[in-house]
């Protein structure tokens, strides 16, 4: 059982109980460099002192912007050494919407990892008076900066090695002097409908929530965990900066986002967390990959992928695995399934998770038909992780059955179902509100209860089906209700279909869809069917690229309600980006925002037009602005029937 006490605290213990044990590996520049506990406490201890003879003191917040790297998070555990709190930023907000965070958090030093961050935070600082100075730790470009606000990471930690040397017993005694209950973290909520909220994590949180998951996953000591979700989403505060100290792990950073995937297969790594988006990323490019192979490998590719689903998917759902498909496991495995994991670096996996949404089924049995035992997760950022896929035997269709909260967090779990179907929770280590929002904190408790705001049924064994956002169950005209997120999850399993959003409410007779290609899949396709293009929207306005859509979306609407099936679809003519926030960082949907933008498709869709034309506001790499103009056609789906006319 972890000990209830802050991160810097099990940190000390560690660095001084196990000094040579390694913690964390980085690969800088084609080499990959080990960093032992000793020398991850020595980092924290020398920044942790600078931070505090630069003027830090408990209570203040440090916020902290740049990819995953051993200084992010040597930051993070310095500034919580100190007594104060952290916000990390995602590396790719923009400097507005850097700013919003800076100065909501009361942020008072901004550590930033490399010149295009340095660059952000400056002009952040021009409108954020309460922020005192900025810290950089990778100096490639920086040669002509002068700002006297400017400081480097190691001539910070080279103060607090000076102001060790003066009182060596300091460090000690700022760590000795956290508890449980202080703030260690304000993660950001993705900001869906309104202006992101700072969800107040303290210790006790962090230790409960790492207990949960160790025991529900079966980590254990040693394992290599892949860091790549950024920590401004809190599943990497639990995962990678909590269990890779308490459980450890020995945590891995890869050199940049673009080499990730060549790292795992690098690595092999035995713990991996991915949001839903990546994972079904990795089934695209397993499918993309077959697309591109002969009608023989093809073959053998489903063959192999066939025997492996009637084997570990039906351990998995405690039914009898055939004998024949059983005797073939061998082969199957030594022709199909280990290269396939192999090339996807997953040949030691044994912590495999999802996390932060909904994915579809579908995806969870391909990873477990080629061996990847990949569970799902359901939690919030307020309440913590509720439910995994636990134990040898589990319900794809669920998000698993409940964890146990650690004993010294508060009373235990509950949940009910009230009677919109919504989660209730309490118990467990909780939030501490939203910071400064107060009234916001309220709208969200009930007589002690926490409002998830997500519909949900149960299994007869237990497992917890999540359904749908309550706010976001739709109704037709016609009165019958359907689960938007259900069937986005089950099309994006498509690997031609990156994003999509479902239409339909009160006003409408019917569904459709505004669909996202997957332009690198989608137009490796059409290079193979000799299918000229010059654009992403060219290309998503073939008519062939519609017909390719519509027979992903008839194989799904089979499976579906008929009011609940989608009638009629259009292909977005660009890519949705989140700097034109159309997407969160964590690629959720901007729903309202999206349908207030694309208005004139929307109401085509409706209204029976073949085509509407567009003028979009775009926002180019370099900051220019300009306009994209496009003629964007519509299309009737088949496998629903025809759509009914408009009156």
Request: charged share 25%; glycine share 8%.
């Amino acid at each position: 059982m972890l000990a209830m006490k802050t991160l810097p605290q099990h940190l000390l213990a560690r660095g001084e109980a196990e000094p040579a044990r390694v913690a964390q590996r980085h690969k800088h520049r084609g080499i990959w460099r080990e960093y032992t506990f000793g020398d991850v406490l020595a980092n924290v201890r020398d920044f942790a002192l600078g931070l505090y003879e630069l003027g830090l003191r408990p209570g203040e917040t440090v916020a902290v912007i740049g990819e995953n790297e051993p200084e992010h998070f040597w930051t993070e555990y310095a500034a919580q050494a100190v007594g104060a709190k952290v916000v990390s930023l995602y590396p790719d907000l923009t400097a507005d919407e850097a700013h919003y965070l800076v100065d909501d958090s009361e942020a008072v030093y901004l550590v930033a990892q490399d010149q295009e961050q340095v660059d952000k935070a400056l002009a952040v600082m021009e409108r954020a008076p309460a922020l005192r100075a900025i810290v950089y730790w990778d100096d490639t470009g920086m040669w002509s900066y002068r700002q006297p606000a400017l400081r480097k990471f190691i001539e910070v930690q080279a103060l607090g090695r000076a102001r060790h040397e003066r009182e060596p017993a300091l460090f000690g005694a700022l760590v000795a002097a956290g508890a449980p209950d202080d703030i260690a973290v304000l993660s950001y909520t993705s900001g869906t409908t309104g202006k992101p909220k700072g969800v107040i994590l303290t210790h006790r949180y962090l230790i409960d929530n790492a207990q949960r998951l160790a025991a529900g996953s079966r980590a254990r000591p040693g394992l290599e965990y892949l860091s790549y979700i950024a920590p401004a989403w809190a599943t990497e505060q639990l995962f990678g900066l909590s269990m890779g100290l308490l459980v450890p792990f020995v945590v891995n950073f890869p050199e940049g986002p673009e080499q990730v995937l060549d790292n795992i297969r690098e690595l092999a790594v035995g713990a991996m967390v991915f949001a839903p988006r990546q994972w079904e990323s990795l089934a695209a490019t397993i499918q993309a990959r077959m697309l591109d192979a002969g009608r023989w490998r093809r073959r053998i590719f489903d063959w192999g992928v066939e025997v492996g689903r009637q084997v570990h998917v039906a351990r998995l759902d405690g039914k009898p695995v055939p004998a024949a498909a059983q005797m073939m496991l061998p082969l199957a495995e030594a022709l199909v399934l280990r290269p396939l994991r192999d090339q996807l670096g997953l040949t030691r996996i044994e912590v495999a998770v999802c996390g932060g949404s909904t994915m579809a089924p579908d995806v969870f049995r391909l990873f477990h038909a080629i061996g990847v035992p990949l569970r799902n997760v359901y939690g919030s950022t307020e309440i913590g992780i509720l439910t995994m896929h636990q134990g040898e035997r589990y319900d794809l269709e669920t998000v698993g059955h409940w964890l146990v909260a650690h004993p010294e967090a508060g009373l235990a779990l509950e949940w009910k179902v009230s009677d919109s179907d919504e989660l209730l929770v309490r118990g467990g280590s909780f939030f501490g509100g939203y910071w400064r929002r107060e009234d916001k904190t309220a709208e969200r408790i009930s007589d002690g209860w926490y409002l998830t705001g997500d519909a949900v049924s149960v299994t007869e064994s237990g497992e917890l089906v999540f359904l749908e956002r309550v706010d976001d169950l739709r109704r037709l005209r016609s009165g019958e209700r359907f689960p938007p997120q259900f069937i986005e999850t089950r099309l994006r399993f498509s690997p031609f279909i990156k994003d999509i959003m479902i239409l339909g409410d009160e006003r409408r007779d019917y569904i459709a869809a505004l669909i996202n290609i997957d332009f690198s899949v989608v137009s490796r396709w059409a290079e193979d069917r000799n299918i000229g293009f010059s654009t992403f929207a060219d290309l998503s306005q073939k008519e062939d690229v519609a017909q390719l859509i519509r027979a992903e979306i008839e194989r799904v609407n089979q499976f579906l309600p008929e009011h609940s099936r989608v009638r009629r679809f259009a292909n977005f003519p660009k890519e949705l980006d989140p700097d034109e926030g159309e997407l969160t960082r964590t690629r959720k949907l901007r729903r309202e925002f999206l349908e207030e933008r694309y208005a004139a498709l929307v109401d085509g869709l409706y209204d029976g037009r073949s085509e509407v034309h567009l003028e979009i506001p775009v926002t180019y790499q370099d900051g220019r602005k300009g306009t994209l103009a496009a003629t964007v056609r519509l299309h009737d789906a088949g496998g629903a029937g025809q759509p009914p006319q408009r009156g």
